[in-house]
């Protein structure tokens, strides 16, 4: 049967009409689920850069505080979370410090209990687990909270910052409520709540061993004080017995002017040693200005034999000199260094009252100018070799010559302003000693702090 032309037409029209019925009310809930996807993929998406942000932070920060900042920071302002907080709290859960992002003034009240050690809810609870707390429609369900305004339309993760066993206190976002359920937006919080707890722990290992360092260099000063009071009083007992001695010898008997004056004669140079300790002590602790140009070693080295070749003659010293030519420059202090030098060579000729020689050499050695000064002279016993730049430390072969033994002291203390290394060396008594000095040349000195001048 042939059905009319108009009626065909209705039918098809009808038929249409039922399959875009029935295929609209299937493919909307696709688009609507994909829409879904979507969005949990873009938000996750905020959330892993906002998780790597915060690892950045970690491995670059070094300050507790600051990193709290920044990581609720980099929380709230990718857009993952609303908003974000970060509370650590004391054994008797207390506030010690804490962060936020996102709260401003609504903050404020929390604070104020978590002061008092008064958590909200989420807060007790995290404690008690390792998992994050999820709450939903916080406005309705935590009504107590000075938080749950900012929750209108979202919910709260809240969860302790743990490692180790040790809990440091508490995380806690504000996050759209349709994503508050998934298992892999609370995995990825845990994680990141996990990374600034490591961080919270290696600062704290940090801290402690800093205040360790502290406590051994503050006993350490200790000590050394204790040793340069007794070097001090040690130094000044000696000329103080004999001004008093002295001076008890002539109140006590009648003298001719000779003997007074011989007398007095001994008041004076006691007097005058017990000055010269003072002013060496005033020396050592004193820190002069230090004017660094760029010079030629060899130059500074020629210009200090000069002044103690008159010395060197009488004590009947030969001076061999062996300077490598074309040295780079140094950059240092040259009226430091020439004390240094002159100190070297005084030492080198107490050392050789019988005669010997002094053998000066200048050459490079691992991007450093070493200067070498080797003497032929009685030598330092390996006991002594750790001591010799301890102040006050001295040993004087020849009783005629006196010193406060803070010469190499100082020393010591001026290489290391300039960054170099003083070392010295002696295969025993009898044997001589060499001391070698190492300086930067000029552009490769270090920034930062120079490491302690060897001692051998």
Request: glycine content about 8%.
């Amino acid at each position: 049967m042939v059905l009319p032309h108009d009626l065909s037409a209705e039918l098809v029209a009808l038929a249409i009409s039922i399959l875009m019925v029935a295929g609209v009310a299937w493919i909307v809930p696709l688009f609507q689920s994909i829409r879904r996807s979507e969005e949990k993929i873009e938000h996750l998406n905020l959330v892993l850069r906002a998780i790597r942000g915060v690892n950045q932070l970690i491995t670059k920060e070094t300050d507790r505080d600051r990193l709290l900042w920044s990581a609720c920071q980099k929380l709230a302002e990718m857009r993952g979370y609303h908003s974000a907080w970060v509370a650590l709290l004391d054994e008797s859960e207390k506030l010690v410090t804490y962060a936020e992002a996102g709260l401003g003034e609504n903050f404020l009240p929390l604070i104020e209990l978590l002061k008092h050690g008064k958590l909200i809810a989420c807060g007790r609870q995290a404690l008690k687990q390792s998992e994050a707390v999820t709450t939903q429609a916080p406005f309705s369900n935590c009504a107590d909270c000075p938080l749950a305004i900012t929750c209108v339309v979202g919910g709260a993760m809240t969860i302790r910052l743990e490692h180790g066993g040790k809990v440091y206190g508490l995380l806690s976002v504000s996050i759209p409520i349709k994503f508050i359920a998934n298992e892999e937006e609370q995995g990825l919080y845990k994680e990141v709540a996990g990374d600034i707890a490591f961080a919270l722990h290696n600062m704290k290992i940090e801290a402690e061993r800093q205040q360790m360092e502290t406590q051994i260099a503050r006993s350490s000063r200790l000590s050394a004080m204790g040793e340069m009071i007794g070097g001090v009083a040690h130094e000044l007992n000696n000329p103080l017995t004999s001004v008093l001695g002295n001076a008890q010898l002539l109140m006590s008997s009648k003298f001719d002017k000779k003997t007074i004056s011989e007398t007095l004669g001994k008041i004076e140079s006691s007097a005058k040693r017990c000055r010269d300790i003072v002013a060496d002590l005033l020396e050592f602790t004193r820190e002069k200005s230090y004017r660094f140009k760029l010079i030629n070693i060899n130059d500074v080295i020629k210009n200090v034999s000069k002044m103690f070749q008159e010395q060197a003659d009488i004590s009947h010293i030969k001076i061999r000199t062996n300077y490598e030519q074309d040295l780079p420059a140094v950059k240092v202090s040259s009226s430091h260094i020439e004390q240094i030098f002159l100190n070297i060579m005084t030492n080198a000729q107490h050392a050789m009252s019988k005669g010997g020689t002094l053998t000066i050499s200048t050459c490079m050695e691992d991007d450093m100018v070493k200067i070498k000064f080797q003497d032929t002279g009685v030598g330092i016993e390996p006991q002594d070799l750790g001591r010799i730049f301890d102040p006050f430390y001295t040993k004087k072969v020849n009783k005629k010559i006196t010193g406060t033994g803070l010469g190499l002291s100082m020393a010591f203390k001026m290489i290391e302003k300039h960054q170099g290394t003083i070392a010295a060396e002696s295969e025993g008594k009898g044997k001589g000693a060499t001391f070698a000095i190492s300086l930067p040349i000029a552009g490769l000195q270090k920034a930062q702090k120079p490491e302690k001048p060897q001692r051998k």
